[in-house]
Structure formats: structure tokens, C-alpha cells
């Protein structure tokens, strides 16, 4: 297993993902093989730690870092009988490396199953002001299904929030405290950060209260497999739970992170902790405070890495850029001309190294923007310019219920995908043509009759024309952590 696609670990290393809130009084415990730094790399590192040490700096921010507590209710939370409800509100995608280990995690040794939510209670984390006004910066994970937000400053003084948005594709969320009184915010990087840089972390780790540790940038661009658009930075500084949504600083006081994740054998931190930079959460946020709502770029493609076999097999000279593997009708891209096969090297003249960076680059472009993109086809370049569209919404399309009367009701709940491939099954209905061919929630659906699928709305519309072709049933490929198959839906009329 492996902290990305492109590196491997020792092979006894057992891995998992640790989301850093603090959830009730047992929180996201996970286990691994990695070895805790030594005392010696330690004091090495704080050898170069300034002379006068970070007491000014953390003055300075610690008055806008806050503690955040979540309230839950039974009545706030999707009951489920099955692992996978828990599984989808820590953030893992169907398919993620992290699914089967937890699935398989014995309740009452760590596990997150564990957390109360299902049956009400706290979680705590961290957050920071980013107006004067009162807006506040959390994770996702912290608020999510919250029936009732509070935020407490270091100072002792406690606030009322209410979540103005959330990005679970990022983990981000918006918060707004529900006072009139003016609080000191701070200001995100302009500057990229550079491994090795200097950071501070500042946030509420197992509910003590404002907690300060340092470290330095470990690595950038790292692709934990948390969601489609993971960009995250590793640090080293010290992480642990309950510091999800806290700040990491920069030496001049200002936010390059927003601390989110761990690698840990036991929940506390070994020196492996990621933040979302700066420059996602900066654009993230603005979107939240505008309408609550984000709004991402869209090409509507299905991509997949470009291997060394396959550039060879296309007459690349290397491995570089992604493939399209499929086009959605009426989608910028196949408006703009592109075709199942084309290989997108660059966006406006920025190289394109995989899947993962085509994904953010779109989701950055303003909807209506043109770009030209970079495309090798039958054994040429060409530029393509493509207007960028709107992703659209996340609002799952539900075949029992919104659609015409006449119109055949399988039982799917369906939603955009976390991983970007396919349609993901958001629920099932029981006793349903669905539920009776086994199809469970999380399952994602690649095909529909033959066609491959990655809106909700275009694989609803594909099932419907499947069967006015005078078809008894619908083939579906459907995907989960056992494998691929194909499923034959019978038509509910007959």
C-alpha cells in the first residue's frame, strides 16, 4: 500500500489514513508500521530553529486560532446498518486503498466505527478567523451532520456558529460566528511554500485547548487518495487529533495550510501530518462566502494515466499527460471536438503530468473561460481550444421518485463519484429492481448499456433510453472493493 500511486513502502508496513479531528472521546485511531522520528533528527531540526525562538509569532496568531465543537442528534445523522455510512462521513471513496482496512477494524481497538455520531454526540477540532466580521475556517470532517456549532477562543470566550458552506471534495467549511463584535482574522500566503520551509501549527489536539508545535514542510503535491483534487502539503510538525481545521503558519504569521490529515500507528502524531495549501483553500473559501455554494470548472471526460505501454503503443516518446478513456455527450469537451483516445499533454502552455492535475487545473478555470489545450492525436500535436463549462451540481439524481410517471423506477439513488471514475450509488431502495441484483450504496456504476458513464444525470437518461429501445432490462457494469461485474436491471413495467 502507499502514501500515493507512485511509491511504495515496505511491504509489512500496514497503512491507514487518520482524518486529525477528535471524535467523542475515542476519535480516528488508525495503525501502521512507520517508525516515529529519531530524538537525534529532532534536535537536528531545531538546531535551525531561530535564535529568539516563536513566542512573538504565536502572540500574534494564537488570539484568531479557535476550538471548534460540534454537537450531534440521532435525528441529524443517516442511520445504516452497514460499515459504509461511517466509512463516507470520514471522507474515504469508494475504492480508497483505506476502505477494506477499516471495514475489517475490530470495533473497540481504535476503530472509527466507534465515533458517536450515529447516535449523537461532540466532536471537536480546530478552526481560524479569516474577517473581521467573524467568518471562520474549519474541516468538513469537523461540522459534518452538526446539529448545533460553537467556537471558543484562547482567551476563554465562546461563540455561537453557523456553517455557511461546506467543500467535502476538499474537506473545507465555512463558518460564521453569530456576533456583532469585531475578532482579528489572518491572512492567507500569497507565496508558494517550499519544502523545507519553516512551519507552525496552531489548534486544539484532544480537546486541550491552543497548542502550538513546530516542523517544516516534508513535501508538496501529495495525493492521499482523500478525494479527486488532494494537493496536499506534508509536515512534520506535530499533529494530532482534535488539530483538523487549525492553521499551519508560515515565519511572517500568515496561513499556508490548513491541517487535515495524519499518518499515525495509534492517532497521535509520528511526524507525517497533511494540510490543504493555502492557494485551494483561498479559492475554496471565497466561493463558500458568496453563496455557499463551490463552483468548479468541467471538461467532461473520463481520463486514466498514460503508462509507458500505452505511450509506446501511441507513439509517445515518454510516459507524460492523461488519455481520454471517454467523452461525455454534450460536454465542453466533445462540443470542443475532443475523442476517446486524444492525449492531453498541456492547459494554456502548463504541462499536464497525470489524471490528478487535469482534474485541478479544470476544477480552478472559471466556468465560460476558453482555454487551448495541448493534444497528441494520431501521432501529432494539436491545439484544441475548449470552453470550460460548469461542473455540475452535487445533488444525487434519485430514480424513484423525480422522474415522469411513465418512466421506469430501478430503486438507485445516484451521485457524482469522489474518485471522478464513474457514477457512485448513493442509495438503494429496498425490495427494488436494484437492491435485488445486489447493488449496494457505494457502488459505483462505470457503463450503462455498453456506454460509459460519469454524471448522474447522463446515467439516468441512458437507462431510460436502453429500455425504449425495447429492451426487458438494462446492463450495467458496476464497480466496488470485490471487483467489476455486469448487472442486469429488469424494467419495473415489464
Known sequence: MSI???????????????????????????????????????Q??????????????????????VSVQAKYTPANVTSDSGDRTQQFQFGFPPGS??????????????????????????????????????????????????????VKFSDGREYDAKVV????????????????ETFTPLQFA??????????????????LGGTVTTGIISAAGRDIGAGPYDDFLQIDAPINRGNSGGPAFNLKGEVIGINTAIYSPSGGSVGIGFAIPASTARDIIADLKDDGNV?????????????????????????????????????????????????????????VAGPKELSRKVASIKPGTSVDMTVYRGGNERSVKVAIGTMPGEQVAALQGTQPEDTPRFGLALAPSQSGEGVAVADVLAGSPAAEQGIQR?????????????????????MRQALNKGGKAVLLLVKNERGQRFVALQNPKG
Open 4 to 42: 500515493t500511486r507512485n511509491n511504495r513502502l515496505a511491504r509489512n508496513t500496514v497503512l491507514a489514513l487518520a482524518v486529525a479531528g477528535l471524535l467523542g472521546s475515542t476519535g480516528l485511531v488508525t495503525k501502521q508500521g512507520l517508525f516515529a522520528p529519531s530524538p537525534a533528527i529532532a
Open 44 to 65: 537536528s531540526a531545531l538546531a535551525g530553529a531561530p535564535a529568539e525562538g516563536f513566542a512573538d509569532l504565536v502572540d500574534k496568531v494564537m488570539p484568531s486560532v
Open 97 to 150: 486503498p483505506f476502505e477494506q482496512f477499516f471495514k475489517n477494524m475490530p470495533q473497540g481497538q481504535g476503530s472509527p466505527f466507534n465515533a458517536p455520531r450515529q447516535g449523537g454526540g461532540t466532536s471537536q477540532g480546530s478552526g481560524f478567523i479569516i474577517s473581521a466580521d467573524g467568518y471562520a475556517v474549519t474541516n468538513n470532517h469537523v461540522i459534518k451532520d452538526a446539529s448545533e456549532v460553537t
Open 165 to 180: 458552506g461546506t467543500d467535502p471534495k476538499t474537506d473545507l467549511a465555512l463558518l460564521k460566528i453569530e456576533s456583532s
Open 190 to 207: 500569497e507565496a508558494k511554500p517550499r519544502v523545507g520551509d519553516w512551519v507552525i501549527a496552531v489548534g486544539n489536539p484532544f480537546g
Open 295 to 351: 463552483t468548479r470548472g468541467w471538461l467532461g471526460v473520463q481520463i486514466q494515466p498514460v503508462t509507458s505501454e500505452i505511450a509506446e503503443s501511441i507513439g509517445l516518446e515518454k510516459a507524460s499527460g492523461t488519455i481520454i478513456a471517454a467523452v461525455t455527450d454534450d460536454s465542453p469537451a466533445g462540443k470542443a471536438g475532443l475523442k476517446t483516445g486524444d492525449t492531453i499533454l498541456a492547459v494554456d502552455g502548463e504541462a
Open 442 to 462: 457505494g457502488d459505483v456504476i462505470l457503463e450503462v448499456d455498453g456506454s460509459s458513464v460519469d454524471q448522474p444525470e447522463a446515467a439516468a437518461q441512458a
